[in-house]
């Protein structure tokens, strides 16, 4: 069962910020929120993390709101790479690797 | 950058028939799986695997498939009995550890059963 809900799609223009939600309402406190992308059927590429702070790396920065109810996976500055499906995906810290993915958002990016 | 390889990219096979399919994870990695994707649907979780022996594993996991690290270097799927809906995008994915780190999946192998 699905423990995360995001929207189905969303169109972005490049170089604007793409700003992807996601609900988390039943999330409980050992577990983490993870994104991760899919370009056309490739295997998934790993985002970012994080479990209560906001974080920022090379290729996004990820916004918890303080209940950890929701969270915002935010592309800076969007590309045409980009177009993916994107995936935010509760993670039980204890858990042996096992990633449960939805159906995520597709992002179109558009020039 | 280091990355995970699957071998071969595509195989196709006859009903009934049995393959394997190969993943190079990471050299330092300790945690591996695979997960696979039907056209058109989810990516799912079928099992992991570390210290020689799964970890964890679906339901979809069944005595069909099995999973063996040969040697240091290879994991592979094996699927006995090939059926129909096994034709998938099947991925090996390996972690450092399977705590809050990060998975890299490899490209996949588009198994087409006929």
């Known amino acids: 069962d699905a423990k995360t809900t995001q929207p189905t799609s969303m169109d972005c223009a490049e170089g604007r910020a793409a700003n992807l939600p996601c609900n988390h309402s039943t999330i409980s406190g050992n577990e983490y929120v993870y994104w991760y992308r899919q370009i056309h059927s490739q295997g998934p590429q790993y985002i970012i993390h994080?479990?209560?702070n906001n974080e920022t790396n090379e290729m996004a920065s990820l916004i918890i709101t303080e209940d950890r109810k929701s969270s915002t996976l935010i592309l800076p500055h969007a590309t045409l790479r980009d177009t993916a499906v994107y995936y935010c995906?509760?993670?039980?810290?204890?858990?042996?690797?096992?990633?449960?993915f939805g159906a995520g958002t597709q992002v179109v990016v558009t020039p | 950058e280091p990355e995970v390889t699957q071998t071969p990219s595509h195989q196709v096979t006859q009903m009934g028939q049995e393959v394997i399919l190969r993943c190079v994870p990471i050299s330092n990695h300790l945690y591996f799986y695979w997960y696979r994707q039907i056209l058109g649907q989810k990516v799912e979780f079928l099992v992991s695997f570390y210290n020689n022996e799964i970890s964890e594993k679906s339901e979809i996991f069944d005595d069909q498939f099995s999973v063996e690290r040969p040697d240091g270097s290879n994991f592979t799927l094996k699927i006995r009995s090939t059926k129909l809906e096994d034709s998938a995008m099947y991925f090996c994915?390996?972690?450092?550890?399977?705590?809050?780190?990060?998975?890299?999946f490899g490209q996949g192998t588009r198994l087409t059963v006929v």
């Open positions: 994080g479990l209560k």
């Open positions: 994915a390996s972690s450092e550890s399977g705590f809050r780190t990060e998975a890299f």
């Open positions: 995906i509760v993670f039980e810290g204890d858990s042996w690797g096992k990633l449960q």
